[in-house]
């Protein structure tokens, strides 16, 4: 390995009588494709990640029973049938020369139906179904159905299973007094509660025989009030491995904690110190994880010592062939994961199969395929913006003769004024992948350009990804010198420090992000981000929680919509709750059913329920949305040129770079057959 680009990472594992290529783990993600009934478009997203070079690969989570589905028929392994479902998937692995494991995954009381059950009934505060509570017989039928989901996974060609303890899934539920109030020998102290996963451990181990690889994924940090401490989590860790684990993995934190774990603001690698903390503790392979997304990271983190594998689970929707292209040295192309769980979990949770924003083929590798253009044709792609960049690679990938034009000197479209943004610095990489990936595809680049009719009358396609413009808005004083739009202030706009943002979309709370944060010169700190959301280093506390530390801000900032309700409420589903929670901390006033009356010398007049007020404000930033751009679209197609109109100029409203990118995708398709 002396002459590997990254040693640690790509060093085999010996894990019983089987050797993993690399210490790369693909971390279980349910992604939508589990409950098809059939198999093939799971083969196909996991055989494309073993071709690309992961070591051991989980698959999203799979119940033991129906009292354990995540929502009404959810992925089972209860019988012979599901088996043969299964086997398409583990064929298609190992063809490509991979190795993967399924997780089991009882959902308890988090389950999304009325049949869900848990140790003692006390309903989440994450779902709406309280859940029964299971009888002693209950416990155990629970426990032989998980040992018969192991065996039937054997026979279904898988390499190991991964039983999920963390999370705060069932097993979690039973190992935390908080979920778990039972007086029989399941429940009350810590010993006595954390027999149900000792002994799901022990009978699996005992049925599916030595060599079958047993991951059990551990809750290192619980981020819930009365969770584990470390001593008792450490005393788990040991008793497992003695039960029968192969490997240790890490979770971090309950679905229901109000700590983010993933979001793209939490700094790459910020938990791999408790992953650490473990070592030495047990002699399994510890497997450590949480935004970990690219080569460098993960080597830092194994040669550290931190733990034995990294598991990287959204990086590998991002770019399948990110541990081939490590190996030849080429980390800079790959395509790298984001963390803005745009694609992946805000569509599950709003049950939409799951994608990849900078990766729209992920999960979609049968559906959106890549052919070559029979007849090659002169393209012009107007706009550099995500939508464009993405359009401009395919097709020239495709065999097209690409030029892409924008007027900027740069190429990034909007997403140079979303880098800009407190938090969210790996749009960064997405830029940084175009660059390189239009340079391997020969694209005609031509910045600083702006572009008309003539330029384009000679091509024989024209992708128009012009994009979107702010929109203006039309009231007394709408252009006092206090306006300003979001555009001027995230291009250095002298702010003053009392502010009102009108519009409380995506833009609106990043703008109020960006005006609200404390700059330390330094990109994303660990040591603030622990202490802002409360996070106890030194995990003397129970669930690893301590006060978190006052936030300041500084700016005074209103942030307002016209509408009723909750600010906020279009954001991500699993990010939003993050952006109101931060703001609310820097003390933001949100405003709802506001209306803009006026904006002169003493500041922004609203009514706010019909209730007038003036806002003693410096600056008003205008944040209400966009308007398309695409003057061009009528004069080429009287010219008789094909056109095809993406992304923001097709449809600004509920425009994001998802869609964007993806259109640029569909369109060169579009133009190759
Ligand atoms: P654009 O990015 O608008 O690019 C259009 C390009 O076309 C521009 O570069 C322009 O110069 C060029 N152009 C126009 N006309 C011509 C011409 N005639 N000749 C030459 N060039 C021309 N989206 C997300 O999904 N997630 C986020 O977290 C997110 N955060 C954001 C934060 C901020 C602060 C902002 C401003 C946007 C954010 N977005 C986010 C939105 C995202 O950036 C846009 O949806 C995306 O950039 C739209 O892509 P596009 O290719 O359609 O157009
Ligand atoms: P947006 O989400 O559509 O929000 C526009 C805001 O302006 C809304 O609050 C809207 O609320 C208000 N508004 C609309 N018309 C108005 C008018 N005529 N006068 C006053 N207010 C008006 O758009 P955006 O914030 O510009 O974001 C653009 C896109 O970028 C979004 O669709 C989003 O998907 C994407 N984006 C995503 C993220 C992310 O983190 N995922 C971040 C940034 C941007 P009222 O009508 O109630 O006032
Ligand atoms: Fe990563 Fe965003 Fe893609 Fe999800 S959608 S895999 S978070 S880049």
Redesign the pocket.
């Known amino acids: 390995m002396a002459d590997s680009p990254y040693p640690h990472l790509l060093e085999p594992l010996q894990v019983g009588s089987i050797t993993l290529k690399n210490r790369v783990l693909m971390g279980s993600m349910h992604v939508g494709l589990e409950e098809d009934w059939s198999y093939e478009k799971m083969g196909a997203y996991f055989a494309e990640r073993a071709k690309g070079g992961v070591g051991l690969m989980v698959t999203g989570g799979i119940a033991p029973n129906r009292q354990g589905w995540l929502k009404p028929f959810a992925a089972k392994m209860s019988n012979q049938i599901e088996v043969r479902r299964h086997r398409t998937l583990t064929d298609a692995v190992h063809a490509a020369d991979g190795r993967i494991a399924m997780q089991i995954l009882h959902a308890g009381r988090y389950g999304y139906h009325p049949i869900s059950a848990a140790p003692s009934a006390i309903k989440s505060p994450i779902t709406p179904f309280g859940p029964f509570a299971l009888s002693g017989r209950g416990v155990e039928n629970t426990i032989d159905n998980f040992v018969r989901c192991a065996q039937l996974a054997q026979d279904a060609g898988y390499d190991g299973v991964e039983i999920m303890g963390s999370e705060g899934y069932l097993i979690n539920q039973f190992i935390v007094r908080h979920t778990n109030k039972r007086t029989d020998k399941w429940g009350g102290e810590y010993e006595a509660r954390i027999q149900f996963p000792l002994e799901i451990v022990r009978r699996t181990r005992a049925a599916v025989g030595p060599d079958f690889v047993l991951i059990f994924r551990l809750s290192l940090l619980d981020l819930i009030p009365d969770g584990s401490t470390w001593e008792e989590v450490v005393m788990l860790a040991k008793a497992l491995e003695e039960a029968g684990v192969s490997i240790l993995n890490t979770g971090i934190g309950w679905h229901e904690a109000r700590v983010p774990t993933i979001a793209t603001m939490v700094p790459r690698g910020a938990f791999t110190w408790v992953t650490r903390k473990l070592k030495g503790e047990v002699s399994v392979p510890l497997v450590t994880s949480n935004r970990i997304n690219t080569p460098e990271v993960a080597e830092e983190i194994l040669a550290r010592g931190d733990a034995d594998m990294v598991s990287m689970a959204r990086p590998l929707l991002a770019d399948p062939d990110f541990v081939n292209k490590a190996a030849a040295g080429k980390s800079q192309s790959i395509n790298t994961c984001i963390g803005?769980n745009?694609a992946c979990l805000d569509h599950i949770f709003s049950n939409k199969r799951a994608s990849c924003?900078v990766n729209p083929r992920a999960c979609f590798e049968t559906e959106l395929p890549k052919p070559t253009a029979p007849r090659g044709l002169k393209v012009a792609v107007?706009?550099?913006?995500?939508?464009?960049?993405s359009a401009a690679c395919e097709a020239s990938e495709m065999g097209h003769q690409v030029t892409l034009?924008?007027?900027?000197t740069e190429?990034?479209?909007?997403?140079n004024?979303?880098k800009?943004?407190p938090g969210?610095e790996e749009?960064y990489e997405t830029l940084r992948y175009f660059k390189g990936r239009l340079a391997d595809a020969k694209v005609d680049v031509k910045l600083g350009?702006?572009?008309?009719l003539e330029e384009l009358k000679g091509f024989d396609a024209v992708v128009l990804?012009?994009?979107?413009k702010p929109r203006e808005l039309r009231f007394d004083g709408a252009d006092h010198p206090k306006m300003l739009s979001?555009?001027d202030v995230?291009q250095g706009a002298e702010v003053g420090e009392k502010v009102a943002i009108i519009g409380a979309g995506?833009?609106g709370f990043?703008?109020a992000e960006f005006l609200t944060h404390v700059d330390h010169g330094e990109g994303p700190n660990l040591q603030d981000f622990l202490s802002e959301w409360g996070i106890d280093e030194s995990h003397q506390t129970r669930g690893g929680l301590v006060p978190a530390k006052q936030a300041s801000s500084p700016r005074e900032v209103t942030l307002m919509q016209r509408r009723k309700g909750k600010l906020g409420a279009g954001l991500g589903k699993t990010t939003g709750w993050i952006h109101r929670a931060q703001l609310k901390k820097r003390g933001v006033t949100m405003l709802a059913e506001v209306a803009y009356e006026k904006v002169d010398d003493a500041g922004l007049h609203i009514k706010v329920a019909g209730e007038p007020q003036v806002l003693d404000v410096d600056h008003v930033v205008v944040c209400a949305g966009q308007t398309s751009?695409v003057?061009?679209q009528e004069p080429l197609q009287a010219a008789g040129v094909k056109v095809k109109v993406?992304?923001?100029?097709k449809l600004a409203a509920e425009?994001?770079?998802?869609?964007?990118i993806r259109e640029?995708m569909e369109a060169a398709i579009a133009l190759s057959q």
């Open positions: 803005c745009q924003l107007v706009g550099a913006g995500p939508g464009g960049l034009f924008d007027a900027q190429i990034g479209g909007q997403f004024l979303a800009q943004i969210k749009f350009q702006m572009v008309g990804a012009t994009g979107v979001y555009v995230l995506g833009i990043d703008v751009f003057p061009l993406i992304g923001g100029a425009l994001d770079a998802r869609r964007a640029g």
